[in-house]
């Protein structure tokens, strides 16, 4: 039995078994009903008292909010007065530092259980301690390791921004569902491209599959966590229950970016790629608040020095020929803004599969196999602008992006040759005269899925 095949029976027996979730298995398209919600309060066995192991570190470290010369590490302990200090060095090599970070109580309401498998750890009720180390004075283009004095095996790296023209890579994941077994595959075979950074197109944690929770997510999503920044933008099951949004989405991520306005979107830079995070539970029209500022800011990015071009990142796609909405209203509003402020890349999630669109001037990518159940890519294959479709599979994978990939870091540490830049591939029908060459500005993309297949791989000049 393939692996895929075997994952479906499983959560179709766990549908059939769990009747609340039902919906959930079926399809992730709408708003979570309260059918949806986790288990709450449910047990009698808990005696009320917060697990925690001797070390109290409960969740974490990450990090995010990094620009040039900031960033900030987080993670959550279970008991107040657990050993505050992050230290950090850059590394190549360096002294190190150190930034306190003291508790920040935080009240969580109720008790969420993964309702088909009680030996998942909880999400208890009661108060959590964050802690937040705001870094500053870092040098820009320079990748640092940090480490908790909580817990020795606590470790973690960022990157700085980098500068103008420098080569970096990037990763881009959505719809991260881990207890069903794949996530940890696709990261396995992804993450060793050492990227900067993770942009997630939401739906970053599932109670609705009722085998998981944010204390079994967290573990699993770890490598992740700790090899770059974290950027995620706001998927639907973020708001799964009346306090997830409040007490887990905005605890652990919010304030991720920069220029954030509302707590759901944000943007940020790096190598004069400009990043936007747009949360598409939030209205998003030419004349929603949402819309006024990606408008606006789009525009601001672009004409900032060192300025290269710009990416746009949310949840609901605007364009799938897959088993979910489109939303080309919004794409009518938005995609003249896009190429009037040289967005060439956008990335979408939602739709459990992936998809790679071209379109004169733009990219579209919907990465949304990061470990939900896999659904039907081809549901509406019927739309207009699916024959753009150049690309498109029913596989969990990741991408990964590679700015300037002849000048970015080699992953032995040297600085990639045009000799041996790989060759671009074929970049589909419509991509004509921006099939890159093997040499000058280009932007490189590969898609792995979990079992380290390439499924895809193209690359774009950058104009
Ligand atoms: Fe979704």
Same mark, same amino acid.
């Given at each position: 039995m393939s692996r895929t095949r075997g994952l479906v029976l499983v959560l179709l027996a766990a549908c059939a078994s769990a009747v609340p979730s039902f919906t959930a298995c079926m399809s992730s398209s709408s708003p979570a009903p309260a059918a949806e919600e986790p288990a709450q309060d %449910?047990?009698?066995?808990?005696?009320g008292v917060i697990p925690c192991g001797p070390t109290m570190l409960s969740k974490g470290p990450w990090s995010l909010a990094i620009d040039a010369t900031r960033a900030k590490i987080r993670w959550e302990s279970? +008991? !107040?007065?657990? $050993?505050p200090t992050v230290v950090f060095a850059p590394e190549s090599g360096g002294a190190e530092q150190r930034v306190d970070a003291p508790d920040i109580p935080k009240v969580v309401s109720v008790t969420s259980f993964a309702t088909l498998d009680r030996k998942v750890p909880p999400d208890y009720k009661g108060t959590w301690y964050m802690h937040e180390a705001a870094l500053s004075g870092l040098a820009p283009a320079t990748c640092y390791a940090y480490r908790l004095l909580a817990d020795p095996t606590a470790k973690g790296r960022f990157c700085t921004a980098r500068r103008s023209g420098d080569g970096f890579r990037f990763m881009a994941i959505g719809d991260t569902n881990p207890a069903l077994g794949r996530t940890k595959y696709v990261l396995d075979r992804n993450l060793p491209a050492n990227p900067d950074f993770v942009i997630h197109g939401g739906d970053i944690q599932y109670y609705a599959s009722t085998l998981e929770t944010w204390a079994l997510w967290f573990p699993i999503m770890a490598p992740m966590l700790r090899q770059g920044g974290f950027f995620p933008a706001i998927g639907n099951h973020e708001s799964e229950n009346p306090q997830e949004y409040e007490e887990y989405t905005l605890r652990f991520f919010g304030g991720a970016g920069f220029d954030q306005p509302s707590p759901g979107y944000y943007r940020f830079e790096s190598g004069g790629v400009w990043f936007f995070s747009v949360d598409t539970q939030d209205k998003w029209s030419a004349q929603s608040d949402q819309g006024k500022w990606l408008a606006a800011s789009l525009a601001d990015a672009a004409s900032k020095p060192g300025f290269r071009f710009s990416v746009v990142y949310f949840h609901r796609p605007l364009v799938t020929c897959g088993d979910m909405p489109d939303n080309p209203g919004t794409r009518a509003q938005f995609e003249p803004i896009f190429l009037a402020n040289k967005v060439l890349l956008v990335f979408q999630a939602h739709m459990h599969g992936y998809e790679r669109f071209e379109f004169p001037g733009i990219t579209y990518v919907?990465? %949304?196999?990061?470990?939900g159940l896999i659904t039907d890519v081809?549901? $509406? /294959?019927? +739309?207009?602008?699916?024959? /753009? +479709?150049v690309a498109a599979g029913p596989y969990y994978h990741a991408t990964i992006v590679e700015v300037d990939p002849a000048a970015a870091p080699r992953l032995d540490g040297g600085v990639e040759g045009g000799a041996d830049a790989a060759a671009p591939r074929d %970049?589909? !029908?419509?991509?004509g005269a921006r099939d890159a060459g093997p040499s000058g500005p280009m932007y490189r993309v590969k898609v792995t899925d979990d079992d380290g297949n390439v499924r895809d791989e193209f690359s774009h000049v950058i104009p």
């Open positions: %449910a047990s009698d066995e808990w005696d279970c +008991r !107040p007065g657990s $050993n919907t990465t %949304a196999g990061g470990g081809d549901a $509406n /294959k019927f +739309r207009t602008y699916c024959d /753009k +479709r %970049a589909g !029908p419509d991509a």
